[in-house]
Every structure is written in structure tokens, then in C-alpha cells.
């Protein structure tokens, strides 16, 4: 936690008896250059039919999105490479190995292919949208009763591909939660 902290990454940690932080390997690793952090990451496929407005300054883990995680990423790696050989390379069984959390109704297996490749409307089917999500507080009413008081709100913000992942983790407010998450989206959040 401290080499992250060192790295500009506010990185939070929970129990490893929790679900989540049970299946996350993140770890230090050190080679005759320097020392970098080899991450586990989570994707979270968010449902294809939710209303856009779902999205607006609420908390995208409230849509139950289909969960994954791959390890050993390295933080110098670029997104596309990640997405690439730990997800689309794979074949659908190996995919579905990797499924963390899936959302009740979800067929019994091809969950990620299925997925990947469903058709959107106006969508190019190859077309993903990714997202990270970042912490904004401000003033407002906590209630109807008029109550002021300091609203957190998450935020969701685009990424690319092309971006290393040591950048994307240094987004401003972001805070890692065990592991870097990605909310992958088959449409542009709005």
C-alpha cells in the first residue's frame, strides 16, 4: 500500500476474508531495474438495457454488473493490451473462468461472449466503452427536510485504450478499492 501511496495511487484495502478482496493478487514485484506493482483488475460489464440516466452521479456497482478479474497486469501495460490478452484472446470457456459475480438471469455459460458480442442498437458490435469511477463530494440536501450536509457522488470517467495503466491510476479522485475496476460500457454513458 505504501509503494502505491508513493506512486501518486490512493489505494484502499479491506480484510482479505471479503468476497472481492479474496480474489484480488495484486502484489510488489521487484527485478534488477526497479520495483512496479503487478495488478490484479476487475471489469465490470454494465447490463446492455439499462436506462441511460442509471448512470448519472449514482454508484455503477448498483446496476449488478457481470464481473470479472484478471491478474498479473502490468502497471507499465497499456489498456488494449490487457483487454486484449487477458479477455478477448481467450476462448469463451476460459472467459467464463475468470467471472467473478454474475448477475441473476445470466445464461449458464458464454456469459462474457455473449456479452461482448450482442447487438446494440446503433452500436458498432465491436464497440466498448471504458470507464473509471471517481469519488466527488459537495454540498446539498441530505433529505427532503432541507438537512445540508456533504454529498459523495461517483462519477464515471472515460478512458482509453491507449492509456498505460500507471496513468489511468492517477486519475484525479480516484480511489482503488483493493484493485484497479473498469466499467465497461457497450454504450457511450451519458
Request: with cysteine.
Amino acid at each position: 500500500m505504501k509503494f502505491a501511496s508513493e506512486n501518486g495511487i490512493a489505494l484502499r484495502l479491506a480484510s482479505p476474508l471479503l468476497s472481492r478482496s479474496s480474489t484480488n493478487r495484486s502484489r510488489v514485484v521487484a527485478d534488477e531495474k526497479k520495483r512496479r506493482i503487478s495488478w490484479s483488475v476487475e471489469f465490470n460489464f454494465l447490463p446492455i438495457n439499462r436506462s441511460q440516466c442509471t448512470t448519472c452521479n449514482d454508484n455503477l456497482a448498483r446496476l449488478k454488473p457481470l464481473r470479472l478479474v484478471v491478474h498479473d497486469c502490468d502497471e507499465s501495460a497499456r489498456l488494449v493490451t490487457i483487454w486484449n490478452e487477458k479477455v478477448i484472446q481467450l476462448g469463451s470457456s476460459e472467459q467464463d473462468a475468470l467471472v467473478t459475480y454474475a448477475p441473476p438471469g445470466s445464461p449458464p455459460f458464454g456469459l462474457v461472449t455473449s456479452w461482448l458480442y450482442a447487438k446494440v442498437k446503433g452500436q458498432n458490435t465491436a464497440q466498448h466503452f471504458f470507464y473509471v469511477q471517481v469519488e466527488h463530494f459537495e454540498a446539498g440536501n441530505l433529505n427532503t427536510g432541507g438537512k445540508l450536509g456533504v454529498i459523495r457522488k461517483f462519477v464515471p470517467v472515460e478512458v482509453f485504450l491507449t492509456n498505460k495503466l500507471s496513468h489511468i491510476l492517477i486519475t484525479p479522485r480516484l480511489i482503488v478499492h483493493e484493485m484497479p475496476t473498469f466499467w465497461v460500457s457497450r454504450k457511450p454513458l451519458g
